[in-house]
């Protein structure tokens, strides 16, 4: 028997209760998940820091955001159940009929976090789940220990568990935890799991959402404010190590201005993490040894511009700026998720854009530029998930921006309203005026059945 099939037949049955679904068990939900992060903020704080060593504005981070969703549902959810009344056919309408599309819940929801922001990417979308009047079973990342048992030890304090329960544990827990059949998985994390989370899906044709990633490209053209663009982009990279799935991941930058953007870089990041980022308590750590040996074998020492130190029993990559950089060269093969940035020159928009639009889909892109015809080629030639023009990483903090990837990058989007409706059934009705007369049934000799169509046209 699966180790979790108690677990989730408790929250099934109670979900079959219809309780779930009503907005006084959403509010109380929603007033828990509150509670339950605002009472152990300074707890999750020295958890992350513990783990990877999160500096504390990245610390806060993770508890101010989710607190904001929290705010956010609190604040819209009576809105947001109401059945939307929608414009059906005028015939239909006059006589007497109407279309309402009502948002039920699907069920148990399973939440797979990940360890880069191992509390806000678990939560946020939790979060959603039991606004839309889910139970959600929350596996946290295994690669975090401190704060994955700080949620075990916690959330059955706030929680009852047919509402909301932790599985904690790696791989082997994960496989199990996927041959159920589950009614909705949301899963944060790499694409290689994105695809095992997928084809585990597919056998119970459980809708999923997969938050993925991807190599971000940044764009900066010879019109960009340079001081700006190198303090977004220093910071958007290097924020958690450079352990954001949003992150910039490489820069094109134009060759009239490549040089200077380059050397405003460098003293970007030393005004930001010091000469010695090392001892700067504003950097996280890698997430593992294994991790910073990875990231430490993209670095080119004849391109470092700079950077280029590592110590991997310290988890610890400074940050690097790799240039020039080509396409040949390791940190352009895959993701690089750590403090490693290849900057890439180039002389023609169009054709640098034809290059990145034939790579994978990524999660993030962006462009520094006052040139409105450039960013609106760039936003036109190029697909991903979402971004930003002359910021990097912000619009991942804001309700009102569906967030997600497409492709390679993932499917899906949540925040706001985007995932109230993303992790509730959109059931469409035609609500019939039971006095109507509408013939359009066998036998059909004789009728004017293309009268009794005309309704619907």
Not at 323 to 336: F, K, R
Not at 362 to 372: E, G, M, R, T, V
Request: hydrophobic content about 40%; proline content about 7%; glycine content about 8%.
């Amino acid at each position: 028997m699966n180790p979790y099939q108690n677990i989730f037949d408790t929250q099934k049955e109670f979900f079959f209760t219809d309780v779930t679904k009503t907005y006084e068990w959403r509010i109380d939900q929603l007033n828990r998940m509150a509670h339950f992060l605002a009472e152990n903020q300074e707890a999750f704080c020295t958890a992350l820091n513990k783990d990877f060593g999160k500096p504390p504005f990245e610390q806060l981070f993770e508890i101010t955001v989710p607190l904001g969703v929290a705010k956010y549902y609190k604040e819209n959810l009576g809105k947001l159940m109401v059945p939307e009344q929608v414009e059906i056919p005028k015939g239909l309408e006059e006589m007497g009929n109407k279309g309402v599309i009502y948002k039920e819940p699907y069920g148990v929801a399973l939440v797979i976090g990940p360890f880069n922001a191992p509390v806000l990417l678990l939560l946020d979308p939790a979060i959603a789940a039991l606004a839309a009047g889910n139970t959600v079973i929350l596996k946290p990342a295994n690669t975090t220990p401190t704060v994955a048992a700080l949620f075990e030890e916690l959330i059955p304090k706030y929680f009852s568990p047919e509402a909301v329960t932790v599985v904690t544990g790696g791989k082997d827990e994960i496989g199990d935890l996927l041959k159920l059949p589950f009614d909705f998985i949301f899963f944060t994390g790499s694409s290689a799991v994105g695809k095992v989370v997928m084809r585990a899906a597919a056998e119970n044709l459980t809708p999923v959402i997969l938050e993925l990633g991807g190599q971000n490209p940044t764009v900066v053209d010879e019109t960009a404010n340079l001081d700006i663009a190198v303090d977004r982009i220093a910071w958007g990279h290097n924020a958690i190590s450079g352990q954001w799935c949003i992150a910039p991941g490489y820069v094109y930058v134009h060759e009239s201005i490549a040089d200077d953007f380059v050397e405003k870089l460098k003293v970007s990041i030393r005004k930001m993490y010091g000469e010695d980022p090392q001892q700067s308590p504003d950097l996280a750590r890698m997430i593992s040894k294994h991790d910073t040996a990875r990231v430490a074998s993209y670095i080119i020492p004849e391109k470092v511009v700079v950077g280029g130190r590592y110590d991997i029993e310290a988890r610890y990559v400074e940050p690097t700026v790799l240039y020039p950089s080509t396409w040949g060269d390791p940190a352009l093969q895959q993701e690089v998720f750590g403090p490693v940035l290849p900057v890439m020159v180039y002389s023609d928009l169009k054709a640098v854009l034809n290059i990145i639009k034939r790579k994978p889909k990524s999660l993030a892109a962006y462009i520094f530029s006052k040139n409105q015809e450039n960013i609106d080629y760039f936003l036109n030639a190029v697909s991903f998930g979402g971004g930003c023009v002359n910021q990097t990483n912000l619009h991942c903090w804001i309700d009102s921006l569906p967030f997600g990837g497409v492709g390679y990058a993932g499917m899906g989007k949540y925040y706001g309203k985007a995932g109230f409706d993303a992790l509730s059934n959109i059931k469409a009705m035609l609500i019939g005026n039971p006095d109507l007369e509408l013939d359009v049934f066998p036998p059909y000799a004789g009728k004017d059945i293309a009268k009794n169509l005309s309704v619907f046209g």
